[in-house]
């Protein structure tokens, strides 16, 4: 008889039971997005894009003044959005086009190279969204040029952080960009 009535009740979890369960769960996942913080880590996928860019723009840049004869080379402000360029001087030119015959955000004509262009097109922000990202601009001085991007993660912007690359660790004279090129420190 007594095992006749214990074999009436079914196992299972209380709604008690189950509702500790699922509390414990949402704070556990609560506290892994505030520790991964998911918005953080995309602008720090932006800033490395951003970073690559200018990288290889650098790269382009070098080479066609290392094999474009001197009077031949010729170029002016462009950057992204109609702006004043990073540390003063002259205003940017609104210009989203990523050709790199010369008409481009970047006005040097990379197609003049004896080898071909390096890059096939120019980079542009992986943002865009009106903000200036990226500038460039090239001096009157023969191969003196400097390319910028403003970074947005707190990892690659902020002065405490360790991997700070817009401060003036890059060379340049703007701690609120990231600068590459041949003439950093240059007031233009």
Same mark, same amino acid.
């Given at each position: 008889?007594?095992?006749?009535?214990?074999a009436?009740?079914?196992?299972?979890?209380?709604?008690?039971?189950?509702?500790?369960?699922i509390?414990?769960?949402?704070i556990?996942a609560?506290?892994v997005v505030?520790v991964?913080?998911?918005?953080?880590l995309?602008?720090q996928?932006?800033?490395?894009?951003?970073?690559?860019?200018m990288?290889?723009?650098?790269s382009?840049v070098?080479?066609?003044f290392?094999?474009?004869?001197?009077s031949?080379q010729?170029?002016?402000?462009r950057?992204?959005?109609?702006?004043t360029?990073?540390?003063?001087?002259?205003?940017?030119?609104?210009?989203?086009?990523?050709t790199?015959?010369g008409t481009g955000?970047?006005?040097?004509?990379?197609?003049?190279?004896?080898?071909?262009?390096?890059?096939?097109?120019l980079?542009?922000?992986p943002?865009n969204?009106?903000?200036?990202?990226? /500038?460039a601009? %090239?001096? #009157?001085t023969?191969?003196?040029?400097?390319? =910028? +991007?403003n970074?947005?993660s707190?990892?690659? !912007?902020?002065?405490? /952080?360790?991997? %700070?690359? #817009?401060?003036?660790?890059?060379?340049?004279? =703007? +701690?609120?960009?990231?600068?590459v090129?041949s !003439?950093?420190?240059?007031?233009?």
């Amino acid at each position: 008889m007594k095992n006749l009535c214990r074999a009436q009740f079914k196992k299972g979890f209380t709604l008690v039971e189950l509702l500790v369960v699922i509390a414990i769960l949402a704070i556990l996942a609560v506290a892994v997005v505030l520790v991964l913080n998911p918005a953080e880590l995309l602008k720090q996928a932006r800033d490395s894009t951003r970073i690559s860019d200018m990288a290889a723009l650098n790269s382009a840049v070098a080479l066609y003044f290392a094999d474009v004869a001197p009077s031949t080379q010729s170029a002016v402000v462009r950057c992204t959005v109609d702006t004043t360029f990073p540390g003063g001087g002259t205003a940017c030119v609104l210009n989203v086009s990523t050709t790199v015959d010369g008409t481009g955000w970047v006005s040097i004509p990379f197609s003049s190279i004896s080898s071909g262009s390096p890059l096939a097109r120019l980079p542009l922000d992986p943002v865009n969204s009106g903000v200036l990202f990226y /500038a460039a601009k %090239v001096s #009157s001085t023969v191969g003196a040029y400097e390319l =910028n +991007a403003n970074m947005e993660s707190v990892k690659y !912007s902020s002065t405490s /952080a360790s991997e %700070v690359v #817009s401060a003036t660790k890059d060379g340049g004279n =703007n +701690a609120g960009w990231y600068e590459v090129g041949s !003439s950093l420190a240059q007031t233009w």
